[in-house]
């Protein structure tokens, strides 16, 4: 019997809850059962199945000692994994696994099964990769293979696999599961045959997978395994796998070597009305997630904002943004897009947040067409600090970099004037002109006179509560009706997400940095600056613009 059929039943009978992005790729993989340029062969899957279930046992209470018998989901998707073939060569069609769950739902330990089952069902000399972006997350998941390892008597006998402080390893046909994270300092080298990645989303880059991907060059079956919740992370290696996955399951793009797994709510109403419907994001619930938690959670969420943004995120796979954060990711996401030259010929209002050393200095251009904010942005850095800033922030401004979102200045302090030429040059090329353009007079004074020489109108604003308040409150509600098109512009979606609204007992607000040095805000004061303007100007602009 296939446990893919038998998980696909219950969930068309109506006897598992899933959610729509699940189903979807449920019923994909069934069609192509009756795809001739597919192969599906069980044995694989189930050998693998048999063997975690006859050699490994739970490590944690209050199933210590007790046989790891799978959930149907897990065999399912094990049984998937490795039965699709490609009819032509019989190698097999997935290479990559991208499986989305809510904590406590028994991935840790589905991981570890799955590495001891490629370690001692695999030929020899296979290495297996444990990863994660940090060494303490890649030592749990390793030290929980080794404890399941030494809870089985067959599995820890000395001629079948021993432990050093390096890696665990088999004196007879050399396999090896070493551990691998973003921290380690030689990702080079490696000869990976199957890499299992946790909690993707801390990883802000792609480097950890990078390193795996590119070891397996020379296999014919290499596998990723990618489990992970949802995260705190914007526009980061898990956003950009979910982007892409999503495009895949709605036909957008076809790529039949990556199997997504995606265990996600339909809408954050249902979590609150419809208590059936956790078992969408949390496939263990009943089993290894008691009810009585999410009773007990759900009450604290209800009283506690810090409570119901983990919940949302960890429990239900919803993405969030840090905690106290002013908006949350759902308010702040808009991946609409629009080109330059459909707001050609515009006039614009400009704001711009200045900065000299470590924080970015950005320039927005605000456009209202059509009832709608078109938002362009420009992000400058000093190019001595690009590099130390990744190594220190662990933030990708060398990516950004390349993708033209920031334009570098000379040294180890921004130079203004690449400011005044961007302004200049979205005039000469789209004759998009802003009849203002405001700034914090901070730090300024030679860059205005600078604008003003050039033509500008150059708009003050100073940034205190009562000038910034209305605008921001104005802002927020344009983010949440999807008004704001900033054309998905990474580094101002991570503004918004670094942004705290601090307020006031008169309930007047704005902005400020959550409790890290290292985030940053700039594209979003630079957009509250612009809405300021426009607040001071309206009926001017409106007049123009008609």
Known sequence: MSFLLSYIDEIESGRIIAGNELKSVLNGLKSDLNNPRYIYDEKPGKIRIEFIEKFCKHTKSPFNGQPFLLELWEKAL???AYGFKMAESGLRRFNEVLLLISRKNGKTTFIAGIDLSEFFLSKGGTDIVCASNTNDQ?????????????????LRNEKRSRKNIFYIYSPRNKNKIKKLSA???????YNIEVGCIDEIHEMTDSKVYDAIKQSQSTKQEPLIFMITTEGTVVDGF?????????????GEIKDERILPWLYTQDSIEEIFTDPSSWQKSNPSIGSIKTRSYFEDIMNKASNDLATRVTMLCKDFNIKQVESGSWLSFTDLNNEEKFKLEEVRDSYAIGGVDLSSTTDLTAAILLVIKNGKRYVIPHFFMPSDLVLKRVQEDKIPYDIWVKKGLITLTEGNQNDFSKVT?????????????PLWVGYDPWNSTYWVKEMEDAGFTMEKIRQGIFTMSEPMKQLEGD????????????????????TQAKVDLNGNIQPSKLNSKLKRIDGCVALIIAYAVLNRYKIDYENMIS
Do not use: H
Request: net charge positive; with cysteine.
């Open 479 to 498: 983010l949440k009706n999807k008004r704001v098109i900033y054309n998905n512009n990474p580094i101002l979606k991570w503004c918004f997400a670094n």
């Open 421 to 433: 030429e961007w302004f200049v040059s979205m005039v000469r090329n789209y004759g998009i002109r």
């Open 138 to 154: 890649a030592s749990i998941l390793f030290e929980e293979i080794n404890n399941m390892r030494e809870q089985s008597k067959a």
């Open 183 to 189: 921290q380690s300092k030689n990702k080079d080298g």
């Open 78 to 80: 094990l049984e998937c």
């Open 238 to 250: 898990l956003d950009k796998k979910l982007e892409y996955c999503r495009k895949m399951i709605k």
